[in-house]
C-alpha cells in the first residue's frame, strides 16, 4: 500500500497554526505609522518604564490612538520587540499561545524546541505554559512582548495562563497589553506591588497644543479657541480629531464645520457616510462597499469583488490618505471594523441582494489561492452549497470532520446546508457528519447516493448493490475531470473503511483500502502531503477492522505505520487511536508491560497537543484500566474506564465496545459482582462477523465467574469450544478442570497449548500456577513451590496481581514461606521476595519524584518513556536517577530495584 504512505508533513511546524492553516504573519507586523501621525514625547517617556516593570497596559476607548503610540515606541527600540495582534474570531487559549509562541520566535527570541507548540485552538497543555515560563526565567534581558486588541481576549482562561507565565517569568518579561477594557488580570496586585505601569484614556487623550499640531499635519491651521473647543467636544479622541481633520479641510469654513459638529454614535456614522465615503470617487466609493463583506483582502481579491483591475493603486490611496483603510502588510487591508460595519449595512441598503454574490466571488477567488478555511467560510455566507462542499471534497480535507482540530467547527458550518443542496460533493459532507456522529443508517444512506452520482458522472450505469464497488474502482480518467473525481472516490474510500469498520466488516475495509491505494497513485501529491490525515485515518480503520477480525499481525502492520507518521497535529488524533489499539493486541496477548507502554504513549499524544480527551477514541485509558484490574488496582481501573467513556462517537466501533464491555466484566468480577460481571461480559456488540478474541475473552469472563459462582462444570463448558484456539481459553479451561477434580485432563490440555505463541506473562503466570496447585493437591510440595516461585518472578516486571488473588487459599503457605518480611496484608503481590538477610537502611530518604522515577524504573520504561510518561526531560530523569543509585548504594537498573523491593519502596 504505497500509495498510503504518511506524507512527512507536519502541520504543526512553525509555519502552521493548531488548524493547519499559515499563520498570519501580519498579525506579529508592528503596524506602520501614517504620514499624519504625531509622536508625543510625554507618553513615549511614560512607555519607557515598560522596561522597569512586569507588566505595561495602555488602555483606551476605540480610536484612542493606542496602538499607533505603543508602535512608535516598539519601532525606536535598540532591542527585537515580540509584537501580536489578538483575533477575535481565534481566541481560544491554544490558537492564542501558537501566536504567541511564533510572535516570540518570529523577533528573534530562541526558544527551545521542546516548549512544544497547541494542536488545537480551544485547549493549551499546562506543561507547556510551565516550560515557557522556566525559559524566560533565564534571561539576563527581559524579552518585550506587545500584545495589541486585548480586548478581543474574553477567554478568563487564557487571562489566567497569560498571568501565571508573568508571574513566573520574573524578570524575564515585559508585557504590555493595548487594550480598550480592564483585561482579566489581577491588576490590583500589580498595582500594589509597584510592578504595573498605566497608561489610561485620560492620559491618551491629546491636548490642545497636541491637537493643534494633528491638524497642522493635516493641512488645517486654526485659532487657538477653535483647536480649544475642538478638543472638548471630541474630549481629545484621536480618531475623532483625525475624522473632523479629515471632513474639515475639504470643507469651505473648517472653522465653522468644526464648531458645529457635535457627533453621537448615529452622528458619527452618518458623518462617516456623508463625508468619508461620499468624497471618495464613485468607483471607490463601490469598492469600499463591496470589500465590507471580507475581513481582509489583497487587490486581487477587491478586483474579482469589483470587476476592476485597479483595486492597487485604489486601496494604497486610502491608505496613504488615512480613510479608514489599513494596511496589514504583505499586500493585505482590512477596514476600520466600524467603518467596515457601517458600509456593510449601507451596501444592504443601496444594492439589496448584491452581498450573497460578492460572498460567492470572494469564496471563488479565495479557493483558486488555495485558503481553504476563508473558501469555505465564504462559500457558506453565499449559501453556494455544492461549491462549498465540493472545496472541501476536491482539496482531500474530508477527514478534517474527523481530526477534532476543526470538526465543530465544520459542523456548524454545513449544519446551515438545507436539503435542497445537491450532489456527490454534499452527499458526502452529509455522510461524513452523520458518521462522525456514529449515525450508521443516515450515513451510509448519504453514502449511497454519493456513490451512485459518482457512477453517473463516471459514465457507467449501476444498481444500488454495485454504485459503492464501482465508484471505487472504475478506470476512468479524461483529463478535464479526473482530479475532483479522483478525491471524491478517496473520499468515498474514507468513509467506506469508516462504515466497515463501524459495523465490523474487515472485508469491507480491506476493499475500500485496496482501492484507496489505487486512488491515491491518481491523486495529486500536493494535495496528500497537505492532508496527512486523509492517510492516516484510512490505515487506522483498516488496522482497527482488522483487529476485529483477529488478525492481530496484520492489523499491527496497518496500526504501527499510523503510529509512526509524522507528530503533527492533524494526525495526532489517529495516532493516539492506532497506539491504544496497539496497545490492546499487547494486552490481549497477555503482555502487560508492553500494552501499558503503549496507552501511555496514547493518552500523552493528544495531551501533548493540547487535545480534549473526547476527541480522541479512548482506547488508551480502557487499555489502562483493563491493566489495573489485572494488578489489582481496581479504584484506577474504575476511574480509567469512566474517562475512557468519553471517546469521539465515530471511533466507538466494535474493538472500543466489546473491550469496554470486557475490562468493565472483569472489574465487576474482582470486586466480586458475578450477576454485573456477567450482564456485561454477554452485553451484544453488533458487527458484521464474529471477532474471535472478543467471543474468546468474553467466555474468560464468563467461564471465570460460574467457577467463583462454584459451577466448575459449566465454567469448562463455556471455554471448551475455544481451547483448541486460544492459549489462554485453554488455560482457563484447565483451571475449570482443576477445580471440577481432574488434574490429569487439566495439564493435559496445558501440555496442549502450543509454546511458540508468543504469550505474555498475563498467561503464562496463570498456567504456572494451574500446574502449581495440580502438584501441591497431588503432594508434590517441592515441584509446587519451585512453579510458585517461577510465576512469581514472570509476574513481577508486569506487576501482575490478580492472577495470585485469583488462585485461592491454597498458594497463602507458599507466598508466606518466600516473603517472610513482607506484610501480611501485602503477601499477594508479585516481586515481595525476600533477601538473604536483613535489607541495609537508606543512605537518605528518597524524594517523590525520585519515588516516581523508582516505579517506572521498575516497569523496565526505558529513560526516554520516563521522561515522555513524567513530562520532564531526559536529562533530569538521568540526574534522578543518579541519585537514587547514590541513596540505594547501588550502580544498575535491576540492582535499584531489587534494593528497592527489598526496601518495601515499591
Known amino acids: 500500500m504505497a500509495g498510503l504512505e504518511e506524507s512527512g508533513t507536519d502541520p504543526a511546524a512553525s509555519y502552521a497554526d493548531p488548524q493547519g492553516d499559515p499563520f498570519l504573519r501580519t498579525r506579529f507586523v508592528i503596524p506602520a505609522r501614517p504620514e499624519t501621525f504625531l509622536r508625543r514625547e510625554r507618553l513615549v517617556r511614560h512607555l519607557d518604564e515598560a522596561l522597569r516593570t512586569p507588566l505595561t497596559m495602555v488602555n483606551g476607548a476605540a480610536g484612542a490612538g493606542k496602538t499607533l503610540l505603543v508602535a512608535d515606541w516598539a519601532a525606536a527600540r535598540d532591542r527585537p520587540v515580540a509584537w501580536l495582534t489578538t483575533d477575535a474570531a481565534e481566541q481560544g487559549p491554544g490558537m492564542f499561545w501558537a501566536y504567541l509562541l511564533h510572535a516570540l520566535r518570529a523577533c528573534g527570541t530562541s526558544l527551545p524546541a521542546e516548549i512544544g507548540c497547541p494542536a488545537d485552538a480551544s485547549r493549551v497543555p499546562p506543561n507547556l505554559l510551565a516550560r515557557l515560563a522556566a525559559e524566560l526565567s533565564t534571561r539576563d534581558r527581559p524579552v518585550i512582548v506587545v500584545l495589541d486588541e486585548f480586548d478581543r481576549v474574553i477567554d478568563p482562561e487564557i487571562a489566567d495562563q497569560l498571568e501565571f507565565v508573568l508571574h513566573h517569568a520574573g524578570d524575564g518579561l515585559r508585557l504590555i497589553l493595548v487594550t480598550r477594557t480592564e483585561p482579566l488580570l489581577p491588576l490590583h496586585r500589580y498595582r500594589a506591588a509597584g510592578d504595573l505601569t498605566e497608561i489610561r484614556g485620560a492620559e491618551l487623550a491629546f491636548t490642545a497644543e497636541e491637537a493643534a499640531e494633528l491638524l497642522g499635519l493635516h493641512g488645517l491651521r486654526l485659532p487657538a479657541h477653535a483647536t480649544h473647543g475642538l478638543v472638548e467636544r471630541t474630549r481629545g479622541w484621536a480618531a475623532g480629531l483625525r475624522l473632523c481633520a479629515l471632513a474639515a479641510r475639504e470643507n469651505p469654513d473648517p472653522e465653522l464645520y468644526l464648531k458645529e459638529f457635535e457627533a453621537d454614535r448615529t452622528t458619527v456614522a452618518d458623518f462617516l457616510l456623508a463625508e468619508v465615503l461620499r468624497r471618495q470617487p464613485p468607483e471607490t466609493q463601490d469598492l469600499l462597499l463591496r470589500v465590507s463583506v471580507l475581513d481582509r483582502f489583497r487587490p486581487e481579491l477587491v478586483n474579482a469583488l469589483t470587476e476592476r483591475t485597479d483595486a492597487g493603486p485604489i486601496l494604497a490611496g486610502l491608505y496613504r490618505e488615512n480613510a479608514f483603510v489599513e494596511h496589514l502588510g504583505q499586500d493585505w487591508y482590512r477596514l476600520h471594523p466600524l467603518f467596515g460595519e457601517i458600509l456593510q449595512a449601507h451596501l444592504r441598503v443601496r444594492s439589496p441582494g448584491l452581498e450573497p454574490e460578492l460572498h460567492r466571488r470572494a469564496a471563488h477567488w479565495l479557493r483558486g489561492s488555495g485558503a481553504l478555511t476563508e473558501t469555505l467560510c465564504q462559500g457558506a455566507a453565499a449559501g453556494d452549497w455544492e461549491f462549498t462542499a465540493g472545496a472541501l471534497i476536491d482539496d482531500l480535507a474530508i477527514g478534517w470532520l474527523f481530526t477534532g482540530l476543526r470538526s465543530d467547527e465544520l459542523a456548524e458550518l454545513f449544519s446551515r446546508m438545507g436539503p435542497e443542496a445537491a450532489g456527490p460533493a454534499t452527499d458526502l459532507v452529509r455522510a461524513a457528519g452523520d ?34 464497488e464501482q465508484a471505487l474502482t472504475a478506470e476512468w480518467s479524461p483529463a478535464g475531470e479526473e482530479p475532483g473525481l479522483v478525491a471524491a472516490r478517496l473520499s468515498c474510500a474514507l468513509l467506506e473503511a469508516l462504515a466497515a469498520r463501524l459495523t465490523g466488516a474487515p472485508g469491507r475495509a480491506e476493499r475500500a483500502a485496496t482501492a484507496a491505494e489505487t486512488l491515491c497513485d491518481q491523486a495529486p501529491a500536493h494535495l496528500l502531503e497537505r492532508h496527512p490525515e486523509l492517510t492516516a485515518l484510512l490505515l487506522a480503520h483498516l488496522g482497527s477492522a482488522r483487529l476485529w477480525a483477529g488478525r492481530f499481525d496484520d492489523a499491527s502492520a496497518a496500526l504501527s505505520r499510523v503510529a509512526g507518521a509524522s507528530a503533527g497535529a492533524s494526525t495526532a488524533l489517529a495516532r493516539e487511536d492506532s497506539l491504544g489499539r496497539l496497545a490492546l493486541i499487547d494486552y490481549l496477548n497477555g503482555w502487560l508491560g508492553r500494552a501499558e507502554r503503549k496507552a501511555r504513549a496514547a493518552v500523552t499524544e493528544t495531551e501533548r497537543y493540547g487535545l480534549p480527551q473526547p476527541s480522541g477514541s479512548g482506547m488508551g485509558r480502557l487499555v489502562l484500566a483493563a491493566v489495573a484490574v489485572d494488578r489489582d488496582d481496581l479504584g484506577r481501573a474504575r476511574a480509567l474506564l469512566a474517562e475512557a467513556a468519553e471517546s469521539y462517537p465515530a471511533l466507538r466501533d466494535p474493538v472500543m465496545e466489546a473491550g469496554r464491555a470486557i475490562a468493565t466484566a472483569r472489574l465487576h468480577l474482582a470486586r466480586g459482582d458475578i450477576r454485573a460481571a456477567l450482564e456485561a461480559a454477554e452485553r451484544a456488540v453488533p458487527a458484521a462477523v464474529i471477532s474471535p478474541w ?96 517461577q510465576a512469581l518472578r514472570e509476574a513481577r516486571r508486569d506487576g501482575l496481581r490478580r492472577p495470585f488473588v485469583e488462585a485461592g487459599p491454597w498458594i497463602r503457605p507458599f507466598l ?91
Not at 436 to 446: A, F, P, Y
Not at 699 to 704: D, E, K, P
Open 816 to 906: 508466606d514461606a518466600m516473603a517472610p518480611r513482607v506484610p501480611a496484608t501485602d503477601r499477594a503481590i508479585p516481586g515481595a521476595v525476600a533477601s538473604d538477610g536483613p535489607p541495609l537502611p537508606l543512605v537518605e530518604e528518597l524524594s517523590g519524584r525520585e519515588r516516581d522515577v523508582l516505579g517506572r524504573l521498575a516497569l523496565t520504561m526505558s529513560t526516554e518513556e520516563i521522561a515522555a510518561d513524567l513530562y520532564v526531560s531526559v536529562n533530569t530523569v538521568k540526574t534522578h536517577l543518579k541519585s537514587v543509585y547514590r541513596k540505594l548504594a547501588v550502580n544498575r537498573r535491576n540492582d535499584a530495584v531489587r534494593r528497592a523491593r527489598e526496601l518495601n519502596l515499591l
Open 694 to 789: 472478543a467471543a474468546g475473552q468474553t467466555a474468560l469472563v464468563v467461564s471465570a465467574a460460574h467457577l467463583a459462582g462454584g459451577r466448575p462444570e459449566t465454567a469448562f463448558e463455556v471455554l471448551r469450544p475455544l481451547s483448541d484456539e486460544q492459549p489462554a481459553c485453554a488455560v482457563g479451561a484447565a483451571r475449570a478442570q482443576l477445580a471440577a477434580g481432574r488434574p490429569r485432563e487439566a495439564i493435559d490440555l496445558l501440555d496442549g497449548v502450543r509454546s511458540e505463541g508468543g504469550a505474555g506473562p498475563a498467561v503464562t503466570v496463570r498456567a504456572l500456577l494451574v500446574r502449581a496447585q495440580a502438584a501441591d493437591e497431588s503432594g508434590d510440595a517441592v515441584s509446587s513451590r519451585r512453579l510458585v516461585a
Open 435 to 468: 458518521l462522525s456522529r456514529r449515525d450508521l443508517d443516515r450515513g451510509l444512506r448519504h453514502l449511497r447516493r454519493a456513490e451512485q452520482g459518482l457512477t453517473a458522472e463516471l459514465g457507467l450505469t449501476a444498481g444500488p448493490g454495485d454504485a459503492a
